[in-house]
């Protein structure tokens, strides 16, 4: 298939099955850079020279579905009002480009929008930090639209390890298994990114509901304890989950991995953070690039990983989650939301099928959300609502 033959396609699928997109950080940036001004940066124009994310180019990427992150940052001492704040963007968004955003709370709701040609628009938090060891508090982020909620972000909370922090309880304490048999009540998805190893294991042994993996890539393509181990892709199938490839530089290829490593050395050889970003800092880390160029991702890198993963888990387990405007570097060809249509070029060039990509772009994500109502209907037949504590369960 010639490149042009194979992007005409991919366009063509897009409007059939558009991509459903586990991961995007547009209410951060927008609390970051205007602190919620959407004036100031109204995505109803071109945001190109300071978002990932607009309207166009979510239209132009072939986007039907959107879970908003409504992400907090671990370290902060508000993280529960700082969460409501991101909730109340998404809404004020759906608000204000309402003929183009259209709310949505379940997989009925994903396929009454893209009946409309509209773009559901669904929220995740990232880090179970947004609940303050409260179950009531995530019933209440369930009320408020949240569908998924991943266990943590960078950082160990009291009950779940990160993979990016020394190990903690473990894994899941007791209180964590509670919090994901709470999500199975709810009706709310246990995401697995940015957990340990263990974290996933044993989040896979308590969940009677489909987990999913809302931003996240292969371990075995690229060694970064951000992506997922072969053997955790390989209990998908049984659980029901599925597994959304993000398109992080750092995450998916080892190149960048290493080259990240070295930066970060670099950084603390002279005295600074390797997150900190005084122009002093920067100036170092300039320094670094210029005699050290960073490595490039591109869209068949990303490929790589989603034919690893098919491999292990299978087409029915698999999804997409960018993690725009989360992240400030992209691959050579997913820019940003505008760039979905590369990747299925790329697929479709690989001998993916038709069928295949349209479970990849919509089908498995809406099947996975509705498969979470079921067992939570069920569920509710059956039990009321936990009032565990952490203190009750982990003593």
């Not at 190893?197 to 060694?223: E, G, Y």
């Not at 959300?369 to 203190?391: H, W």
Request: hydrophobic share 40%.
């Amino acid at each position: 298939m010639t490149a042009v033959s194979a992007l005409e396609t991919a366009r063509e699928l897009l409007a059939e099955f558009p991509v459903v997109d586990g991961h995007n950080d547009l209410p951060w940036a927008l609390r970051q850079q205007v602190r919620y001004d959407l004036d100031a940066r109204d995505i109803a124009v071109d945001q190109s020279a300071h978002l990932h994310t607009d309207l166009a180019r979510l239209r132009a990427g072939g986007v039907g579905a959107q879970y908003w992150s409504v992400y907090v940052r671990s370290d902060l001492p508000d993280a529960v009002p700082a969460t409501l704040e991101q909730i109340d963007c998404v809404r004020q968004l759906q608000a204000r480009y309402a003929d183009t955003l259209r709310p949505a709370l379940t997989a009925a709701d994903m396929e009454a929008a893209r009946a409309e040609g509209r773009i559901a628009s669904l929220m995740g938090a990232e880090g179970g930090h947004s609940i303050a060891n409260s179950l009531a508090t995530l019933r209440a982020l369930y009320t408020l639209g949240v569908r998924y909620m991943t266990l943590t972000h960078n950082d160990n909370n009291d009950w779940a390890d990160s993979a990016t922090d020394e190990p903690g309880v473990g894994g899941l304490s007791a209180f964590g298994r509670e919090v994901v048999r709470e999500m199975n009540r709810e009706g709310m998805l246990v995401d697995l990114s940015h957990v340990a190893a263990t974290t996933m294991r044993d989040a896979l042994d308590t969940s009677t509901a489909p987990v999913i993996f809302s931003h996240s890539s292969s371990r075995a393509v690229c060694d970064h304890p951000r992506n997922i181990p072969d053997d955790v892709l390989e209990r998908l199938p049984a659980n029901g989950g599925m597994a959304m490839v993000t398109f992080v530089p750092k995450f998916v290829l080892q190149a960048a991995v290493d080259w990240t490593a070295a930066a970060d050395e670099n950084m603390r050889a002279h005295g600074f953070h390797h997150l900190e970003t005084t122009p002093e800092a920067m100036k170092v880390h300039r320094a670094f690039e210029e005699r050290t160029p960073r490595p490039a991702a591109t869209v068949a890198t990303v490929a790589d990983h989603l034919d690893h993963m098919r491999e292990v888990a299978g087409i029915d387990h698999l999804g997409i989650g960018g993690d725009y405007d989360g992240t400030a570097f992209t691959p050579d060809g997913l820019t940003d939301v505008s760039g979905y249509p590369n990747l299925i070029a790329e697929l479709l060039d690989r001998g993916w099928s038709r069928p295949d990509l349209a479970k990849l772009t919509w089908r498995n994500a809406v099947r996975v959300l509705g498969a979470a109502e079921d067992v939570a209907r069920d569920l509710q037949a059956t039990r009321g609502p936990s009032n565990a504590t952490l203190e009750s369960l982990d003593g």
